[in-house]
């Protein structure tokens, strides 16, 4: 039986110290610091450290998510690492929606620029360096294809659909809003529990060469699976430390949405432009371990990251966004513009073809990275 401090190592002991004593600091200092009107070196020093301290404790959630996933094995330790950071996402989209300012369109920029970070910028790093090093690497056509059938439903709904109806400014009516948040959140729940039971084969890496995963013998009808050495310790001692490293950007993401808030309206930055920061603030951990994984030849797993994410953020960020503006009276604009239409579904598109077959190099990696820099400079052109 593992001891406690065996999974609680200094580098996680000062990651804790150096995120709670920062909130400390906030807590106490904050409301003087952000009050109206704000200096600009105060607000460029606060920024500075409140993204540096949210990206710290991200890393931390991703390290324990990322034991938890090699304790519990796929899908459920990606699904725990993806889960952890769409609720860091929700937390900091809920907190510039109920700032101060106006931002009606945080949820749709934010999850916009998930999808053009991780599905073209990460996923074309990913293809590239795992192409460099192999040629060509194997992955599950099937859960890649169940992932982009999610992502064109869910983003068409979310994303599209807003600007075909008759509010005319890319907003749901109130009974619309309610019942496709309801929706979707049953849609995804539904996703989960098929990708949790009976398709968990559909996201496994299969073995080199032979491209699917098997169906296993089954015993009573139910599929026999290897039994697995949980130690019950870890896991609980990881998952406290998790939310423990989690609670840190819970309560420094109102004053993140302070400073965003001026810091756009200051520079005259595109709106758009708080969405990206926040994508890059919760991604930047999981793109990195998606990294790693394609690098040691693990493409499923860099997919289960990316167009996972992507399938949960698209679930849960846009009822939850849905759900505070019924319940706030916030105006929450879920309507693309027509370019970024265009970008959608020349990233759907274009995902589809790269997992169409069975296996991918790095000549979609360049396809997907020329996309991203399309995006980057519409970012800042339009």
């Known amino acids: 039986m593992s001891t406690i401090r065996e999974h609680i190592p200094n580098k996680t002991i000062a990651t804790l110290l150096v995120a709670w004593g920062v909130v400390v600091i906030f807590l106490i200092f904050g409301p003087t610091w952000l009050h109206e009107p704000i200096e600009l070196w105060i607000a460029v020093v606060c920024f500075v450290v409140i993204f540096a301290t949210i990206l710290l404790a991200a890393f931390g959630v991703v390290h324990e998510a990322d034991y938890l996933a090699h304790q519990l094995g796929e899908p459920y330790g990606t699904l725990i690492l993806t889960l952890s950071i769409v609720m860091i996402e929700v937390i900091l989209i809920a907190a510039v929606l109920l700032g101060p300012g106006e931002n009606p369109t945080i949820g749709r920029d934010s999850i916009f620029a998930v999808m053009m970070i991780i599905l073209n910028l990460v996923m074309g790093i990913c293809l590239i360096l795992g192409g460099r090093r192999f040629g060509e690497q194997e992955y599950n056509s099937q859960g890649a294809m169940a992932y982009v059938s999610m992502t064109l439903l869910l983003a068409g709904i979310g994303l599209i659909l807003p ?220």
Not at 348 to 377: N, W
């Open 163 to 382: 600007n075909t109806l008759s509010t005319g400014d890319g907003t749901f009516w109130p009974m619309q809003a309610a019942a496709f948040a309801i929706l979707t959140t049953v849609l995804y729940g539904v996703f989960l529990l098929m990708q949790t039971r009976g398709y968990k084969r559909f996201f496994i890496q299969p073995d080199i060469g032979q491209l699917v995963v098997p169906i296993r013998p089954s015993i009573n009808g139910s599929p026999t699976e290897p039994a697995r050495n949980l130690d019950k310790r870890a896991i609980v001692i990881r998952s406290v430390l998790l939310v423990a490293l989690m609670l840190p950007i819970v309560l420094l993401a109102h004053d993140l949405a302070l400073v965003i808030d001026f810091g756009i309206g200051a520079v005259g930055a595109p709106v758009a432009l708080g969405g990206v920061l926040i994508a890059i603030i919760v991604f930047t951990p999981e793109s990195i371990t998606a990294i790693r994984a394609a690098v040691d030849n693990q493409l499923q797993r860099s997919i289960n990251l990316c167009l996972g994410a992507f399938v949960s953020t698209v679930g849960l960020t846009v009822p939850a966004v849905l759900f505070v503006g019924l319940f706030t009276g916030k105006t929450v604009i879920m309507g693309v513009t027509p370019t970024e239409t265009v970008l959608l579904l020349l990233t759907i598109g274009l995902t589809t073809l790269t997992f169409l077959g069975q296996r991918a190099s790095a000549l979609q990696g360049t396809l997907h990275l020329t996309l991203f820099a399309v995006y980057g400079v519409l970012l800042f052109s339009t």
